[in-house]
C-alpha cells in the first residue's frame, strides 16, 4: 500500500462516484473506469438513497477494481455524496490521489493515465504538484462541453504557465466534479466540500478553495464524456434550481475564503449578468425571480457544517480545514498532558527517527558534527536516522555520507534524490521513510546539545503532538554566542505567539508524523513551510509544546540577516499573512498588522534588522550547559 505522504513515485488513487436514480448512466461510469489504462487502487461509489436499484447493481458488479459501497439513507445531493466520498477516501482508504465524477461521466482509455502522470511530471518536488488536476470534459458528440469549460487562469503567473505547458497543460482555478483529481494532501489541508450546498457550486467553491494557494491545471489528454440530456451550459432555463445557484454562490462570495477579494469581485459582476441573461431568457420568469428571491434570503445564514447536514446519516470525519465556509480561529485546547503521569522510562521507550536534510550547500565537517550531535552523542539517542540527500554533493561531503551507515551504532537510512528539490520536498519524502510515528528534526550545520531528546521526549510521551526548544545562535565556532532564542510555554501562550510569529523554531521540532499528516504535512509555502504546518496543526487541535531552554546551537553565518530582507522576502511574508488570513487563523486588523510589522521589518537596513530581532525575538546570549 502506497504512503499518504505523497513521497512516492506510485500514488494510491482512489475514485469517486455519487449517483442518484441513474443505473444506466452509472453502468457506463464504473465501465469507463474499468477500461482505463490505469486502474484506481479502489473505488468510491456513494448511493444518494436511489430507489432504481442502483445499490444492488453495484453490489453485484464485477470489475477489475475493488469497490467500496457506500449506501445513504437521505438523499443529499451531489454536494453531500461528494463531502461523504471524498472524506472516505482519505480517511479509510488513505488516498494520495482523489479522482471524482458524476454518474454521467463516462472516462476513457487514457482518461486517468493522463491525469496521474501529469501531476507526477509537473515537479520532482511532491509538495509543489498541483493540487486539482482536471480533464477535458465533452459532450456525447465530441464538442468540449460549455457546462465543464475551464479557461486559463486569470493572473496566472509566468512559472505557473511554464510548469503546466511542461505537461501540456493549462493553468485553472477552478473545475467540475466531473472527473477531477485532487491531491489528498492538499484535501487534509483544506478541508472538504460543504454538504449543505446541496447541488451546485459545491464544486466551484472547493477547487477553487484547494487551488486559491495551490497550483490547478487542465489536462487534455484526460478525456472524459458527459452525458447530459442537452448541450449547453447549466444557466440555460435552469428552472427551480435557480435557487441553488443563487444561494451557494452568494455563500461563496459572502462566507467562503477560497477567492481573493479581487475575484470575487470579477466573479460577482460575472454572474449578475448571467443571472440577468437567464431571468430575460427564460420561459418561465417567474419560476427564476422566485428562486432568486428565496436564494437572497438563504444566503444570510451561512451554511451548515458537515457534521450537522450528515446527523443520523452517516459518521461524517471533520478534517482540519472543515471550516471552509466562515473561518474560525484557532481551536482550545483538546487534549490536556497529564501532568506528573510521563517518566524517563516511558520517555526512553519512545521509539523516534532523526530526520536531517543534507545539500551540496552543506560543510562535511559541520554536517558531521551536526549527525554526532543529534545521535549517539545524545543522552537519549534516536532509534534510526533518516538522512535525505538533496541533489548531487560535493567529494567531501560525499565521503562523509557513504560512512555514516558503517560508522553509526544506531541505523541509518540514506535517501538520495536526483537533484536538488528543496528543503520541504527533502522533508516531505523523507518522513515517508521514517519507521517510526515520532520525527525529530536536525539542520545539517547545527548541534544539538545532548540532553535535547531527554528533555522533549517526556512531553512527547506525555501526549503531545509537537515541542519544540529554545536555541542558542553561535558563530563560526560554537563557544562564540550571539543571542539566545526564548520561546513561548504553554499552549495559551503558544497560540497567542502564533498569531504574530512562528511559535516553533524549526531546527528544535520533534513531532509525530501521523498529526502532521492529518493536516498535509509539509506544503510549499516559500521560507515558512514549517509555520504553515505548526498553525495547521494547532487549528486541528495539536497538543504543542516548547521547553524554553537552549537546546540547539543555531548557527548563524555572515549572510543570515541579510537574507531576511529585501524585497523577495517581502512578497514572501505577504503569501504567508495571506495564507493565514484566507485560513482563518488571523483576523482582518492581524493580518494587516503582521504585514506591517513583520513586512516593514523586511526594509529595514541590515544592522538595524539584526538589532531588532535580537532585542524583540532573541536575549542575549548566555553560556550552554
Known sequence: MNSPYLGVDEPRVVAVVVSYNRKELLAKTLDGIATGSLLPDVAVVVDNASTDGSAGFVRDAELPYPVDLLELSKNLGGAGGFTAGIERAVIKHAADLVWVMDDDTEPQEESLRALVNAWLDYSPAPERRPSLVASRVVWVDGRDHPMNSMRQRLGATAAQIRAAARVRAKPIRSASFVSAMMSGSAIRQAGLPLADYFIWNDDFEFTSRLARFGDAIQVPASRVIHHTAKFGSSDVDPGPRFYYDVRNKLWTFSRSRSLAGWEKFLYLGATIRMWIGAISRSGNRRVL?????????????????????????????????????????????????????????????????????????????????????????????????????????????????????????????????????????????????????????????????????????????????????????????????????????????????????????????????????????????PQAEDYWLWMRMLAAGANVENVNEPLVLYRVSAGSYERRGGPAVFRAELALQSRLFAAGYTSRFQYLRNIAVRGGYRFLPTACRRGAYRRLIAGAARPHA
Open 289 to 525: 425571480l422566485d428562486g432568486l428571491a428565496r436564494g437572497l434570503r438563504d444566503a444570510a445564514r451561512p451554511p451548515r457544517p458537515n457534521r450537522e447536514v450528515f446527523a443520523g446519516i452517516y459518521p461524517i470525519s471533520e478534517l482540519p480545514g472543515e471550516a471552509g465556509s466562515v473561518p474560525q480561529p484557532l481551536q482550545q485546547d483538546q487534549k490536556p498532558l497529564q501532568e506528573g503521569q510521563p517518566t524517563g522510562t516511558l520517555a526512553a521507550e519512545l521509539p523516534f527517527t532523526l530526520l536531517m536534510p543534507v545539500y551540496a550547500g552543506d560543510s562535511a565537517e559541520r554536517f558531521r558534527r551536526a549527525f554526532d550531535s543529534s545521535s549517539w552523542q545524545q543522552n537519549m539517542p534516536p532509534h534510526e536516522v533518516v538522512v535525505v540527500q538533496d541533489g548531487p554533493v560535493d567529494a567531501e561531503l560525499a565521503v562523509v555520507l557513504d560512512g555514516l551507515a558503517a560508522g553509526s551504532r544506531i541505523p541509518v537510512k540514506r535517501i538520495v534524490l536526483a537533484e536538488n528539490a528543496g528543503l520541504t520536498a527533502a522533508l516531505s519524502i523523507g518522513l515517508t521513510h521514517c519507521s517510526h510515528d515520532i520525527a525529530a528534526r536536525a539542520d545539517a550545520d547545527d548541534v544539538s546539545l545532548p540532553q535535547r531528546f531527554e528533555r522533549q521526549l517526556p512531553l512527547i510521551a506525555a501526549g503531545a503532538d509537537l515541542v519544540g526548544a529554545g536555541m542558542q545562535e553561535v558563530g563560526d565556532s560554537e563557544s562564540d554566542l550571539l543571542a539566545l532564542r526564548t520561546v513561548a510555554v504553554g499552549r495559551t501562550a503558544i497560540r497567542r505567539a502564533a498569531i504574530m510569529r512562528n511559535p516553533i523554531n524549526h531546527p528544535t521540532a520533534v513531532f509525530r508524523i501521523s498529526a502532521a499528516q492529518r493536516v498535509g504535512g509539509y506544503q510549499h509555502v
